[in-house]
């Protein structure tokens, strides 16, 4: 057992509902989980790709079939895994993917797609869950983002887009479940050696005029042949794992330092931008007694 991998003796068994168990954290999330003796429901494209958790976690795990851009498909799933399970405590929103490229090298297919998997898929998940949370009196929403839900760098708009709408849905509904004892927590992981760096990442079809500017930083990135990222995911999946004893559950977690000093020296940028616009801000109000 590695040392990211939790024991659990004195832990009630829970069970969890995460969307892309295939690859990524959804698959160490779920490896971690079974071997700890939770149990999973996972859902995948193709059954194929887990076919080990079925086959060594029978009576733990459970397969569902399901693209989170079919938001019937999506209520289905939900719907059928609470009627099937009983009670699920844990819903995490994993799913999604990143799409490289300037604004204006991407398609419109591309650019509706990756918003409907990223943040439609993500918000519909959890409004499917919601109901079934409140009815057995609380549970925990966990939605997998990045520290590229508060950072933006060029070259990635559109992947920027779905995880900055993402974080402002889950900080509103967040305040909207707190009473009904369901807590949500957004993780911001920075970068991971995971497929979504090495092999699941999308690029535009990118055009000359960009080549040798910011936007086509992120070729150097996606290089196998540049450093590897710093993030262990068996060790970001442990701490993800560990949010849900947490009393009250974190709004926000941030993994990897790299990504926090990034997320920091972002927002302190943005907090002095807007206490510079102070007197312009106040300039248009009316008048004191008007």
């Keep these: 057992m590695s040392a990211a991998t939790h024991e659990r003796s004195d832990m009630p068994q829970r069970t969890w509902l995460i969307t892309g168990v295939s690859s990524g954290f959804g698959r160490e999330l779920t490896t971690q989980l079974l071997e700890r003796g939770d ?18 976690h029978a009576d733990a795990f459970r397969v569902e079939l399901l693209d989170v851009t079919d938001t019937a498909a999506v209520r289905e799933v939900v719907d059928r895994s609470f009627a099937a399970l009983g009670r699920i405590d844990v819903i995490v929103s994993n799913a999604g993917y990143g799409l490289f490229g300037a604004a204006e090298e991407l398609s419109n297919e591309e650019v509706n797609h990756i918003i409907a998997t990223n943040l439609t898929g993500s918000i519909q998940l959890i409004r499917s869950a919601i109901p079934h949370l409140r009815a057995q009196g609380g549970g925990r929403i966990i939605q997998i983002s990045t520290y590229g839900g508060q950072v933006a760098f060029p070259g990635n708009s559109l992947y920027h887009a779905t995880k900055w709408g993402i974080e402002g849905f889950c900080e509103s509904v967040a305040q909207e479940v707190a009473q009904f004892g369901i807590g949500l927590t957004i993780v911001e992981p920075g970068g991971a050696r995971t497929e979504f760096r090495y092999g699941s990442a999308r690029v535009a079809e990118l055009m000359p005029e960009y080549d040798q ?7 150097k990135m996606l290089d196998p042949a540049s450093a590897p990222a710093p993030g262990d995911p068996a060790r970001m999946a442990a701490r993800i794992i560990q949010t849900v004893d947490q009393e009250p559950a974190p709004l926000r977690m941030v993994l990897g330092s790299q990504a926090l000093d990034s997320t920091l020296t972002a927002l302190r940028k943005r907090i002095a931008d807007f206490e510079n616009q102070t007197e312009l801000a106040a300039s248009t109000d009316f008048p004191p007694g008007e």
């Design 39 to 56: 149990r999973v429901v996972g859902t995948v494209r193709r059954a194929d790709t887990v076919a080990e958790f079925a086959e060594h």
């Design 213 to 219: 500017t910011p936007a086509h930083s992120f070729l």
